[in-house]
């Protein structure tokens, strides 16, 4: 039986690099789709305008919101279809509020993603400074946002990563793991977490072989 070998090549922000030795290429380039596409994050998929003088229409308005990565707290929140609450809108467990009411001043203003308002402190936008919208006097601009875990498989906006890069080592059976997040998740928690998930998923088959047999 191969030893499995995790190394820490490089990290520093938002990235991180680690060498897998001992793995099949198949099984790290799997751990890296799994990173992309499987490793839950949250995001806003609930919009309801209020109000909206802007110049931007109300869809508009909403896919930008959408797009807005979001801090992520795994552990807290479950996702939609694991909790049963059976609200479309989501409970506590399932879902984050956030708040926007922005108004136009004597200059053109410009409604920052730092503006929206959330119920839960550790759930907010991962930068303060993400422009939204501008408004201009007597514009404004007032709706309720729901955040919610998803996944990279289902829309962009929840994948927890940019990068997530699989290239090979310096010898045979090496492989460098390049993940860079979004700033929802630390870059190690979604290799991680993807790890996990893939190993949940490799069990289910196992069963599920073991049981047609």
Known sequence: MH???????????NSVTLQLEGIDRSYANAVRRFCLAEVPS???DDVVIL???????????????GMVPIKTDLEKYKLPEECDCGNPLGCHNCRVLFVLDAK??????????????SEDREVRPVSESIPLVKLATGQSVKLEAYARLGRGKEH???QPCSVAVLTDGKNEGQYNLTVESVGGLPAKKIV??????LGKKLKEIQVSVGGAS
């Open 192 to 197: 991680t977490k993807s790890i996990e998930l």
């Open 51 to 65: 109000e909206n003088s802007s110049v931007l229409y109300d869809e508009t308005l909403a896919h930008r919101l």
């Open 156 to 158: 962009a906006k929840w």
């Open 42 to 44: 949250m995001a806003i």
């Open 104 to 117: 136009g001043k004597e200059k053109v203003t410009t409604v920052m993603s730092g503006d929206l308002v």
């Open 3 to 13: 030893t499995v070998k995790v190394k820490v090549l490089e990290e520093s922000g």
